[in-house]
Each structure stands twice: as C-alpha cells, then as structure tokens.
C-alpha cells in the first residue's frame, strides 16, 4: 500500500510539472509569441521608403507592443517566483499575500512568524509557499470561514506553521482518502509537493470543535538552523 501510495504522489508531482510547464508553454505561445511578431510587421526594412512622421509612429507602436511583451514575460517569471519571496522570504511573501486577501474585505485573515531570522533554501521556501497559498485557496472555496490564522515557530531541527480557520474543514482521514481520488488534485499537490522537501502535513479538528487546523511540519537542513 505504501509503495502504491508512493506511486500516486509521484503521478501527481509529474502531473503538476506539467500542467505547469504547459500553461508557461501555453502563454509564451498564445499571447508573447503574437505580441514579438506584430512589433517585428512594424519594424521592416521598407521602414527606409516611408516619411519620417510615419517611421516615428511605427517605431512608438513597436515599442508599446515590445513593453506590453515584457510585462507579459515579467508576469509569467513572478508566477513562477514571486519577487516579493525571492528578495525578502517567506515571511513578507505570505504578509503579503494575507493582505491582499484581506484587501478584498470578505474574511480575516493574519499570521505570526516567530523567530524566522534564518531563511530556507529558496526552493523549499518556494514549495511551502505554494503549499500554504493551495491550503488558503482550498478554505476561501471550501470552507466558508470568517477568519484564518497562520502561526510559525521554529524547532531545533523542523519547521512548523500551523493554518486554523473556523469554517468547514478535514480530517487527517479525509485528506487521505481525497488525496487518492480524481477529484483531490489539490490535495495531490499539496502531498507532492511537501514530499520533494520530505515534509508532513497533518489536518485535524480542535477538541473544541470550533475550529480546523492544518499543520505542516518541514525538516531543516543544517544551514538552515
């Protein structure tokens, strides 16, 4: 069973891959491919015969198509790392991140690192990343809750951050069983994603039963303690 679990997690790490590299794919070809070829109809050797007023504009309307590429290419290069994480961490991309979803006004949302003084490696600070940013996404459709806090805090050799929200969530079962079904790709993702780094995640409803955690627990390397 392990070993067909192991097996599933890596059907669904390639998958993601590729669903990633098709979309990338996808919107070199779609929208910055049309963009290069239209300024390069602007900038033609016939250029030469024309009047210089019609040079000037053909020149400016190839410049606003070759910008418009570039923002294109800057926008696919921040999806793929977001620059807020790459200059200042985690801790300001998930700040960041939690304000624009407070921006929106629907639901409150806040974290607390502590003690975040040594980053990750830039790829596993990707990773979690990507893994907290699919478990908001889950609860912002899922769950219908008034509030979601993060916490982290560090231990001698782990990591862990921790989500609580107060809508309707999972237990550690359910993310079992949905992980393994068709319908769970997110969960899938979120499960081989967290492997590659070998980290954990745990889901569990407070004794209480007045909210949902999700906890995540990753390793240090030793330059990272």
Known sequence: MESEQQKILLRASIKLQEEERQRIAADLHDDAGPLLATARLYLTENMVNLDKATQLQSIFSA???IDEAIQLVRNISHSLMPPTLKNFGLESAVNDFFQKINGAGAINVNCRFHDY???LKAEKELIVFRVIQELINNILKHSNASFIH???HNGE???IIRLHHDGRGLSHEDFIKMS???TGLGLKNIQS???VIHG???FEQDPSKSFYKATID????YDER
């Open 180 to 182: 393994k079904s068709n």
């Open 193 to 195: 994603r967290l492997k």
């Open 63 to 65: 410049k606003q198509i």
């Open 157 to 159: 050799e782990n990591m």
């Open 150 to 152: 993060l916490t982290q």
């Open 200 to 202: 954990d995640i745990l």
């Open 117 to 119: 003084k040594i980053r």
């Open 218 to 221: 990753i390793p240090k390397e």
